[in-house]
């Protein structure tokens, strides 16, 4: 893991809202559960809009490790901040369990977030980029193979075509440390993340990805464009 990078274990969460409900959620995560979050020691790398999706939440989630993810989720969710407003934000909410946990795919591959700074406020223009999340299912004991491939063969088309590679990521396998908050325990995956600032080409490199891939992964891949919201601190 290098030293500039966060963190070594990841949580990817979509959230399915109630219709109309996503702006609401996102005023009160950003008022109440970003500084009480990071107090116990988590990072709030992101939270975002799925431009695709108006009523998808997606947000990441850093940790150490998975002895302190479970300690860190237990103040969390057993302390006063969320007690007082889980109401609120379970009532804006369809389902939550669209979780995966994750691990820097290499050593230098997670987020590097060194020299970010979040806003105090959600106040100010939008993010002059947006982020794509490509998720790629893996067939068991390919991972390593599949991150080889994937930086020798595709990362250069992405560099390519402009595309700034953020962070790679595999599925952490570790059993789940906190059993309240469930996550996708079948998932292997590999999951890419790119900043671009024109949606129409991430479109057509998801697509393009997607073909390169098609004979090293199981299923359909999946493509999530993210608009980071004003207090995200991962922006680009």
Not at 170 to 182: M, Q, R, Y
Request: net charge negative.
């Amino acid at each position: 893991m290098s030293a500039n990078t966060c963190c070594p274990v990841v949580e990817l969460r979509q959230y399915t809202l109630r219709p109309g409900a996503r702006d609401t959620l996102i005023e009160l995560f950003e008022r109440e559960f970003i500084e009480s979050q990071e107090a116990l020691g988590m990072r709030i790398i992101g939270t975002f809009r799925d431009l695709d999706n108006p009523d998808r939440f997606v947000w990441l989630r850093g940790f150490d490790d998975m002895d302190s993810r479970a300690l860190q989720l237990q103040q969390f969710y057993r302390g006063p901040v969320w007690q007082e407003h889980r109401d609120a934000a379970n009532a804006t909410m369809i389902d939550s369990d669209d979780v995966l946990l994750l691990r820097p795919a290499a050593a230098s591959s997670g987020f590097n977030l060194t020299g970010l700074a979040r806003r105090t406020d959600g106040a100010g223009s939008a993010a002059a980029e947006i982020i794509a999340a490509n998720i790629y299912h893996l067939p068991p004991g390919s991972e390593a193979g599949f991150v080889r491939f994937f930086y020798d063969t595709v990362a250069p088309t992405l560099t390519e075509h402009r595309f700034n590679i953020i962070g790679s990521f595999v599925t952490e396998h570790h059993p789940n440390t906190f059993p309240p908050l469930p996550v996708r325990e079948d998932a292997n995956v590999f999951v890419c993340f790119t900043s671009t600032a024109d949606k129409t080409a991430a479109e057509s490199v998801s697509d393009a990805l997607s073909s390169q891939l098609s004979d090293r992964i199981v299923g359909k891949p999946e493509a999530h464009l993210l608009e980071p919201t004003g207090r995200s601190l991962l922006r680009t």
